[in-house]
Structures are given as structure tokens and as C-alpha cells.
């Protein structure tokens, strides 16, 4: 792991050809900016896809003006079919959740920063993580693709349960070939994950520069690893579950389709398979895959909130061991998604604990931030705000999880707006309140520019209260059993809550509008944005030590020595509060209490 | 900017709050026999949640108040107990708070879910499909007929693939796409899907089961107080998914036997 020699350097010198630069790159800091922009475009698109399901459900009829451009059988008269609004619903969740979540803070980020902070010029497989990233690329365009087939994308929704999902067309619209390509994405998405989580894993364990000992490893670094260890498993089962759905499409096999299926009075020809077996496969890759999105969320959030509050978090260790703990508990916990789905009771008690058990590494995590908080100097800048505004968030996704693990509840809960409102804000927005504060903090780092502080804290304002506007109220409609996937709401009992969709869906569009500021201000400070110095945050850790935007082979030809703790802040009795970790100084480690 | 922040934190925090205490939007009315152990179990579960979420919250405010300017001069001060105080308060507290909720939850779901039917249950046979409910009542022999997959026919009506010309047990059966039971009688529900997975959920009679596609599930349940309530879907099943329902009567025995009666007239 030590002194990787000068050798290297000369063997792995910069392209100059514009497609081997931009385009078919090896370098991992451009693979970790095209893994970011891809996920910009599909935070784009999901975006859109949102705001028009929001509007359908305020206002069912309303017409939205140009929708029919999208799709001539999908919004005759610019308004939107039933089977139209879940085919958008299940591509607003399955791009939400495969291209933004986990491809910005793992992929993006991870690429970008992972090699640079513990000391590396590149991954060790470059042609992997070129090919990872491209093969990522493939499975959107597969993805966005089913959007142009004559009958549209699935609508089984992001967890396709079967059969509706293995049956084909005769399932309803989408259930054919929209439904195979939408199989074929994530497979490819799978492959394109396995790639980049073992360059993940083996630049951890063995590119890591002199010094760089584990416990030496910034936050990030450690939230990258253990995501990259649970996407190697979680995304290990999805890819053949994916492949068996595929197959049970194009080959009639029925390894998710049971027999004596009837659909339009005829018998399907099935037998022999298990709808519980693709719940089982889903979920045992869904459940880890939240803490796939929210883990490196929580790592960049801790990196940053040490830079921004001048001090060392309470403990690096236990936050590393909480992080593991979670890791470890998320295979134990998935059963939680099928208590009322016909599996064992029995199994739903078992599931039960173990859900309510993760609570304990999460409560520990968020003590941790909150007590950290605790004694220091916070310099409130927008990575400061949105990584406070992310553990606010989280809590309040967190707790509604105590509901969610109980199976009599789930009762009440189950498929209900409480769901929908506790994933929302445990993972989705948690995780791109992460994203926020980890693009206005590496920014300067990745582009050599400043982004616009004044229009990050007005984006940061309007995004905390909206993100509660929107996503709070969901809560009280799960509660008053108001079920979710419903295009429109014709039961009596869930007139009363119109007014409550409403409200949201006004939230949701005005919310969505404020990220039309970060979209300027990302756009604007990239090119024209003040340039940024090396160090712009005062802060410790290695990518700091380097150039804005750091060189090809990262440190300029000599990798660095590490002397110390990743987050050497608080230090008294020098000339600034912080001591990189290259600065061969002998100052007492403050960096672990526990 | 810090105090703002803090403000609005604590403020956001307690008017999310408002709305659960007040109940403005709460779960609707039990009517059903083990309905009140969930009940009491959502109650104490929102009221440790909602500690707990209050409580990090003001915290939260709290120190970005106090901490979010930081005067010149001031010292960088370690959080008092330290981070073996954090990790030893949260398996203490959130660890008893989770397994206490854990064990009084099991209860709660074991006496629906683990317990069998009481021996005089009327068994009511309910089939899932595209998108609607159909219902079965074995008619006086007490049994029910054979279902034959081939034999459904919508138009037809012959909703659950019934052959009355030669399965003698079927005569009799009675279907219905409305459920109507008496008040106060255990009933046994005996559930299968015809297509796709749905789900039964009538969240007056706190009840909740999927329709698994291969699988023969069932629910039993009393419901103690007449009415008309909706059955709905809750299973993702296809574009006529949101329109998926049915309803439940809930009626006397007396206005029960003769609803009954009427239906076999009908069939």
C-alpha cells in the first residue's frame, strides 16, 4: 500500500486527444464528474416526471399544456391516462432511486474524491471504471428508451412485483416490452456497479499512500468503502433476479409466475414459479440499497460539518463502527417490506427486531453530529447548511421508521403516504441534502471555480422548507389511510384529503422551481465563477492539499506523506486552527476520543 | 442567519407536531375486536417517535442558536460524557425504547396473525382480479365448490371459475361482489388472487393482507359495529389499480340471513 513508486506516474501520463480526455476517459476525476452530470440529467427528468405527477393529483382532468408531446396515447388532450401516471410514477422511482441516489454521492463523488484522499493518481483498474461508467450510461439510455416504445414504460412501479411485472403485455400497457427493456436497464445498471465497487474496494485497501493507515482514512473514504462492500452484495442478487424476469418474458420460463393465472378469461401459460421469490430477491437488493444512497450522505456530511464547525467530531471510530453496524444490519432488515405480503408471520416478527435494532447505529450517528455541534465554531456556509439541514432531515425520517418496523402497525401503514413521506425524507432527501452540501463543498475542488455562496443559501432556504412542505404532509395522509399509487382518488373516505395533495403539490412545484437556482448557479460559477484557491475551506484532508482542479496524476508527480488523523481542527497554539494531514508537524492527534 | 436557522428548525418541528396531537388527520375508527391493541401500540410508538423527534430536533436548534456565531477568543469545548456517553444513552435509551415497542408490537400482531380462526367462523371465500373484488359464500351445505381456472368467464359472471352442472358442492355457493357480514361473528376470509398480486385493506376493521398470485391466505376478524366501509386495494395491480375497490356491509344477523337469502335467490 506504501509509496506507490514515481514508475507509475510515467506509465499513467494525461491523454491529449479530446475523446480519450472527455469522452472515453480513464481518469477517474473525469468519470466521477460524467457519473455526476448523468445524474444531473436524471435528477432533471425525475424532477419534471414529479411536478406532472404532483399535478395530476391535485387536479386530475387539468390538462398540462404540451404533456401530449410526450405521449400521443399516454395524455390524449394533454391529459394524462391512468396507466400513463404510473408508467411516469414507476420511471420518476426507478430513475430517482438507480441514476441520482446512488449514482451522485457513491459514483460521482466516490470517483472524484475517493483515490485523491488516500493518496492515490487513479483506481486500479482504469478500464473498469471507464467501462463502469459507461455501462451505466447504457442502461439509462435502455431506461429513458422505454419512454419511445408504442406502449410506453412499465407501470408495475420501481419495485416491479410480479407477476404483474413477469407476465407481459396481457398485464396491462407497458407490461411487454417496456417492462423487458426496463429489466434489461437495471441488469446492465448492476453490471456497471459490481465494476465500480471493486475498484472502490481495492483502491481502499491497496492504493493508499504512506501513512494512510485505516483509521487515517477520512469519513468519506470509510462511507465509500463499506457502500461499495453492500453494492457489491445487494447489486450481486438484483442483476440475476433482473435476468429471471427478463427470461420469463423472452425464454417462457415462469420462474415468478405461479399456475392457473387467468388475465382476460384465458389461462396464462405459467406454472411452477414464485411471486414471493422476486419480493424476496427485490428487497433482500432494496434494503440495503437506502443505505447505499444514505451512507456516503452521511459521510460527506460528517467530512463537512468538521470543516464547517472547526473541530473533530466527537468520535471518527464509532461513527465508522455505527456506519459498519448499519452495513451489516440492512441484509437482516428487508422482510420489513412484506410483512402483509402472505410471507410467514412468524418471519415478520423475526424482521421485526432487527429493524428496530438498526435504529441504534443510526441514533448513535446522529448523537454523534448533534453533540459535535456542541463547543464549536460553526461557520455557517451553504455546505454547513445543507449538512445541517440533512441531519434535520434524517431525523425526521428516521423516526417514522420506529412505525414502519412493527408489523401491527405496518397495518395501517403499509402502502400508505407514510411510507411514501418516510423514504422520501430518510433517503431521498437526506441523500440529495448530502449531494447539495458535498457539490458546494467539492465544487471549487473539482472545477477550480467558487460556486455563488449568496445563491447557495438561497437554495439552501427555500429547499428546507419546501422539502418539509412537501414531504411532512404525507405523514398525515399515510395515517389517515390514504393509499399510495393511486392516480386519482375516488374513494369516499379520501375526499377529505384532496386539499391535502394539493397543498403539496404546490410545495413540490415551487420546491422544484428553487433548484432552477442551483442548476444557474452550478452552470454559471463553471465557468464563470471566482477562482477557487487550493484550500478554500481551511480544511485537513488530502484533496486539499493538492491543486483546484487538482492535476492528471492528482499530486503532481510526488504522492503525498500522511502525518495525521484525517480532521486535525480545534488545534490550539498554532498559527491557524487546523493541521493538514501532509503537514509533518508533530501535533497531538485530536482526530478520536473513543 | 444562525438564530433564524434555529428558529425555524424548532418552529417547522413543532407545527409538524401539531397536527398528530390534535389528530387532525388520524387513522379512521376501529370497529373490530383486536383493533384496539394497534390502536394503543400506534399511540405509544407516536408518542416515543414524537419525543424523540422533538427533543434532536430542539436540540438541533438549540446548538446551531448557541454555536452559530462564534465569538472571537472562544474555545473549541468537548460535549460533556463524551462519545462512550453518546453510545452508552443510545442503547440504553433508544435500545429499550425499540425492544419495548418490539415485544408489545409482536403481541399485537400475534393475536391477528398467529392465532386460528374460532371453529364457528363463517368462512367467506374473497378472489382477487383486475380490478375488482368477488365474494363466496358456501351456501347451506357449508361448502364450497371446486374452482376450475379454465372455466372463469366474465361475461358470463362465472366470476371464480365455478362448473355448477357437475360439482354438487358449488350449487349452492353464493357470489356476491359486495362483502356483508354480520356484526359481532368472527369471520373467516379465505383469499386468493386471480391475476396479479392486490390486497385487502379496510382500515376501519384494521385488517391488511396481500393477495399472493399461487398462494391460499387468510384473515379472520370481527367486526363490532354496523356500517357500510370500503374495501380497497393496496397492491400496485395494474391501471385500474386507484378504482379497485369493494364494499363492506356490516349488518345484524336478522338483516345478515336475509341479505343471504335475497343473494341465493339472485344467483
Known amino acids: ?594 | 442567519m444562525a438564530k433564524l436557522f434555529a428558529v425555524t428548525i424548532i418552529v417547522i418541528a413543532i407545527a409538524s407536531a401539531i397536527p398528530i396531537l390534535r389528530h387532525t388527520w388520524w387513522m379512521p375508527e376501529d370497529i373490530s375486536t383486536h383493533g384496539q391493541a394497534i390502536d394503543e401500540q400506534m399511540s405509544e410508538t407516536m408518542a416515543e417517535a414524537g419525543i424523540s423527534f422533538l427533543a434532536s430536533q430542539i436540540l438541533l436548534g438549540a446548538f446551531i442558536w448557541q454555536y452559530g456565531r462564534p465569538r472571537p477568543g472562544e474555545k473549541i469545548r468537548r460535549f460533556p460524557g463524551g462519545a462512550m456517553g453518546v453510545v452508552i444513552a443510545a442503547f440504553l435509551l433508544v435500545g429499550t425504547e425499540v425492544l419495548a415497542l418490539g415485544a408489545f408490537g409482536a403481541k399485537a400482531w400475534a393475536n391477528i396473525y398467529l392465532t386460528p380462526p374460532a371453529a364457528n367462523a363463517i368462512p367467506v371465500q374473497v378472489q382477487a382480479g383486475q380490478f375488482a373484488f368477488y365474494f363466496r359464500y358456501p351456501g347451506p351445505d357449508g361448502k364450497f365448490g371446486p374452482l376450475h381456472a379454465d372455466q372463469i368467464n366474465e361475461a358470463n359472471e362465472n366470476f371464480f371459475g365455478l362448473d355448477t352442472t357437475h360439482d354438487q358442492d358449488s350449487k349452492d355457493d353464493i357470489v356476491t361482489a359486495e362483502l356483508a357480514i354480520p356484526v359481532n361473528r368472527e369471520i373467516h376470509l379465505l383469499m386468493h388472487a386471480k391475476d396479479v398480486g392486490h390486497s385487502f385493506f379496510v382500515p376501519q376493521l384494521r385488517i391488511h393482507q396481500d393477495f399472493v398470485p399461487g398462494l391460499d391466505l387468510s384473515v379472520h376478524f370481527t367486526a363490532t359495529k354496523i356500517g357500510k366501509y370500503e374495501i380497497v386495494c393496496t397492491q400496485l395491480c395494474g391501471l385500474g389499480h386507484y378504482n379497485m375497490k369493494a364494499y363492506l356491509e356490516v349488518m345484524s344477523q336478522a338483516d345478515f340471513d336475509d341479505w343471504l337469502k335475497k343473494q341465493a335467490a339472485l344467483q
Not at chain 1, 442483476?239 to 415468478?256: K, Q, R
Not at chain 1, 422520501?424 to 465544487?443: C, D, E, N, R
Open chain 1, 1 to 594: 500500500m506504501h509509496d506507490m513508486s514515481a514508475q507509475a506516474h510515467a506509465a499513467h501520463a494525461g491523454p491529449t486527444g479530446f475523446i480519450r480526455k472527455h469522452v472515453f476517459s480513464l481518469d477517474h476525476k473525469v468519470i466521477g464528474k460524467q457519473y455526476y452530470g448523468l445524474a444531473l440529467l436524471a435528477a432533471i427528468i425525475g424532477m419534471f416526471l414529479s411536478w406532472v405527477m404532483r399535478i395530476h393529483l391535485g387536479w386530475t382532468n387539468f390538462a398540462i399544456p404540451g404533456l401530449h408531446l410526450l405521449s400521443k396515447n399516454g395524455a390524449p388532450g394533454d391529459v394524462m391516462t391512468p396507466e400513463y401516471y404510473l408508467q411516469l410514477m414507476t420511471m420518476h422511482g426507478t430513475i430517482m432511486v438507480f441514476f441520482v441516489l446512488t449514482t451522485a454521492p457513491f459514483a460521482a463523488f466516490g470517483n472524484f474524491f475517493l483515490p485523491i484522499q488516500v493518496g492515490a493518481e487513479d483506481m486500479p483498474f482504469p478500464r473498469f471504471n471507464m467501462m463502469s461508467f459507461w455501462v451505466t450510461f447504457v442502461s439509462f439510455i435502455v431506461m429513458v428508451a422505454a419512454f419511445f416504445v408504442p406502449d410506453g414504460p412499465s407501470l408495475a412501479g420501481w419495485t416491479q412485483y410480479a407477476p404483474l411485472s413477469a407476465i407481459g403485455s396481457a398485464a396491462g400497457p407497458g407490461q411487454g416490452l417496456g417492462e423487458v427493456l426496463w429489466a434489461s436497464s437495471i441488469a446492465i445498471f448492476c453490471i456497471g456497479q459490481l465494476l465500480g465497487s471493486l475498484n472502490f474496494i481495492t483502491t481502499t485497501l491497496d492504493m493508499r499512500t504512506k501513512g494512510m493507515s485505516l483509521w487515517r482514512m477520512p469519513l468519506t473514504t470509510w462511507a465509500w468503502f463499506i457502500t461499495s462492500i453492500m453494492g457489491l452484495t445487494a447489486f450481486a442478487v438484483l442483476m440475476p433476479a433482473c435476468i429471471l424476469l427478463i427470461l420469463d418474458h423472452v425464454a417462457g420460463t415462469s420462474f415468478f409466475v405461479p399456475s392457473n393465472l387467468v388475465l382476460n378469461d384465458q389461462v396464462q401459460p405459467h406454472s411452477g414459479g414464485s411471486t414471493l421469490l422476486w419480493q424476496h430477491l427485490f428487497w433482500f437488493f432494496g434494503h440495503p440499497e437506502v443505505y447505499i444512497a444514505i451512507v456516503p450522505a452521511m459521510g460527506i456530511v460528517s467530512h463537512i460539518l468538521m470543516a464547517t464547525l472547526r473541530r473533530p467530531l466527537l468520535s471518527h471510530r464509532v461513527l465508522v463502527y455505527s456506519m459498519g453496524g448499519i452495513a451489516v444490519l440492512s441484509y437482516m432488515v428487508y422482510g420489513h417490506h412484506m410483512f402483509v405480503s402472505g410471507m410467514n408471520p412468524i418471519s415478520s416478527i423475526a424482521f421485526s427486531f432487527p429493524t428496530l435494532i438498526i435504529t441504534i447505529p443510526a441514533t448513535i450517528i446522529v448523537l454523534i453530529w448533534l453533540a459535535s455541534l456542541y463547543g464549536s465554531k460553526m461557520r455557517l456556509n451553504t455546505p454547513c447548511l445543507f449538512s445541517l439541514g440533512m441531519i434535520s432531515m434524517f431525523i425526521t425520517g428516521g423516526v417514522s421508521g420506529f412505525f414502519l418496523a412493527q408489523p401491527s402497525l405496518d397495518i395501517m401503514l403499509h402502502a400508505t403516504y407514510f411510507v411514501v413521506g418516510h423514504f422520501h425524507f430518510v433517503m431521498a432527501v437526506s441523500a440529495m441534502f448530502g449531494i447539495f452540501a458535498g457539490t458546494y463543498f467539492w465544487f471549487p475542488k473539482m472545477f477550480g471555480r467558487m460556486m455563488n455562496d449568496t445563491l447557495g443559501k438561497i437554495h439552501f432556504w427555500l429547499s428546507f422548507v419546501g422539502a418539509y412542505c412537501i414531504f411532512m404532509p404525507f405523514h398525515y395522509l399515510g395515517l389517515a389511510s390514504n393509499v399510495r399509487r393511486y392516480q386519482a382518488f375516488t374513494d369516499d373516505y379520501l375526499q377529505p384529503l384532496i386539499p391535502v395533495h394539493r397543498f403539496i403539490t404546490i410545495a413540490a412545484i415551487c420546491t422544484g422551481a428553487v433548484q432552477l437556482i442551483f442548476i444557474y448557479n452550478l452552470v454559471h460559477s463553471r465557468f464563470w465563477g471566482k477562482p477557487a484557491p487550493d484550500n478554500p475551506w481551511e480544511a485537513t484532508s488530502l484533496e486539499w492539499s493538492t491543486t483546484s482542479p487538482p492535476p492528471f496524476d492528482n499530486f503532481g508527480g510526488t504522492l503525498p506523506v500522511v502525518y495525521h488523523d484525517p480532521y486535525q481542527y480545534g488545534i490550539e497554539d498554532s498559527t491557524s486552527d487546523y493541521v493538514m494531514q501532509t503537514d509533518p508537524r508533530n501535533i497531538q492527534s485530536q482526530g478520536d476520543e473513543a
